[in-house]
């Protein structure tokens, strides 16, 4: 193997990321990134062979297996480290399909923050990808649908009011866009008049 390939796998499975970072997605503190960094230098040296499945098979037999907790903890966060990035793309990414894009993509970060780093909940959905035939979709694409249907659950629960929250008006132009916004979020949601220019309404005199 390359060193530029074993730097590539290396950083895969080490290097988590701050969601909620304003410039970006800095790594953690490197308390936590040396055992990570150094934890898979081993593995690498060990199995040059391996690729991306067999880290992840070898993790997660380690969360099933180990009878050592902190064993269980390092091989949980390899796994939040693959798969953060893709997470922070998507919930991104989707957020935009919302009315107030900052506002759901916090509260998104931290619906999905529950569910990647649930050891069990995690390790759950590994098991049920490799359940089954997933030839249509590699795994990071299997949990970001996970994903999705934990966000859109949440949402259903809601109350559609729920659109109404979090508004940050600052100029017409901005009012402008975010009425726009709402009306789309609104006729997605099956939302239809009278109904949506009373919500509007109420959002514009009221919520702001």
Known sequence: MSSLRCQDIIDKFCILYVCRSDNGYPSFKSSIQKPLRSRMEKLVQLHPEWEDSHYIQYFGGTIDDSKSESERQLAHLHLVAYFDLARCHFVQQFSQKFPFPTATCIKFFDLTSDFVYNREKLNKCIKAYNSQDA????????LQGALRNI??????????????????????????????????????????????????????????
Do not use: M
């Open 135 to 142: 030839s249509g979709a590699n795994l990071k694409t299997y």
């Open 151 to 208: 966000i859109l659950d949440q949402i259903n629960c809601e109350s559609p009011w729920h659109l109404l929250c979090d508004v940050d008006l600052s100029t017409r132009r901005k009012f402008n866009n975010e009425q726009q916004k709402l009306r789309e979020a609104l006729l997605r949601h099956g939302i239809i008049e009278p109904n949506i220019t009373q919500y509007i309404f109420a959002w514009q005199y009221f919520v702001p």
